[in-house]
């Protein structure tokens, strides 16, 4: 089954930019969609199709992906963006979703 | 506004049942899959399965077959996830989520549940 790898964390100071890896094999060929989750909060979506943005998401939210690796970014960081963050993919060969291991962001 | 309200907290026994109920407002329930993920404590997110709410066929992700049961009650826009013989093992909060199809042909959940905390302990 297709795996994804996420670091378990990443710690960043406000107003600087935080980047979060997701790492998969030839990730770069699938659309990669990135969900916030807050303390004892369900996950929200912040980015769809690699970089799209729901409505709502601030601009500071954005994602590349290309190779073996997506990267969610986000910019000019602030305290309430500490959360932990998972990736996730469409499996087109199993037909199931799969997600990241998850990357918590502490905000220094 | 798309909402997707869930059952409250439940604390069972091992070897009982558990049904989670999640209802859906504020868009055509019937035109959107619904899906489910566990994360036990302090784990990140599994996906479990999905329903389609059309048709009421359900598939089920690796390790959620024979014990765990998607269903549907299409009159009151809710989806339901049952789990029998329970074990200490399934103590998780589930989410049920709705599964949007991209324009770049996959998938993603749009719209979360609050989440139901199934506690199983003697």
């Known amino acids: 089954s297709y795996v994804l790898t996420q670091p378990p964390s990443v710690s960043v100071a406000p107003g600087q930019t935080a980047w979060i890896s997701c790492g998969g094999n030839n990730i770069g060929s699938k659309s990669v969609h990135w969900y916030k989750q807050e303390p004892g909060q369900a996950p929200l979506l912040v980015v769809y199709d690699d970089s799209g943005r729901p409505s709502g998401i601030p601009e500071r939210f954005s994602g590349s992906n290309s190779g073996n690796t997506a990267t969610l970014t986000i910019s000019r960081v602030e305290a309430g963006d500490e959360a932990d963050y998972y990736c996730?993919?469409?499996?087109?060969?199993?037909?199931?979703?799969?997600f990241g291991t998850g990357t918590k962001v502490t905000v220094l | 506004q798309v909402q997707l309200v869930q059952s409250g907290s439940e604390l069972k026994k091992p070897g009982a049942s558990v049904k989670v109920s999640c209802k859906a407002s504020g868009y055509t329930f019937t035109s959107y899959a619904m899906n489910w993920v566990r994360q036990a404590p302090g784990q990140g997110l599994e996906w479990m399965g999905w329903?389609?709410?059309?048709?009421?066929?359900?598939t089920y992700a690796q390790g959620f077959t024979g014990r765990f049961v998607f269903s549907l009650d299409t009159s009151v826009s809710t989806a339901y996830l049952q789990i029998s013989s329970l074990e200490a093992e399934d103590t998780a909060v589930y989410y049920c989520?709705?599964?949007?199809?991209?324009?770049?042909?996959?998938?993603?959940?749009?719209?979360w549940g609050q989440g139901t905390l199934v506690t199983v302990s003697s």
């Open positions: 329903i389609n709410t059309d048709t009421g066929n359900p």
């Open positions: 996730q993919v469409w499996d087109g060969n199993s037909d199931h979703y799969v």
């Open positions: 989520a709705r599964g949007r199809h991209s324009a770049r042909s996959t998938w993603f959940l749009d719209y």
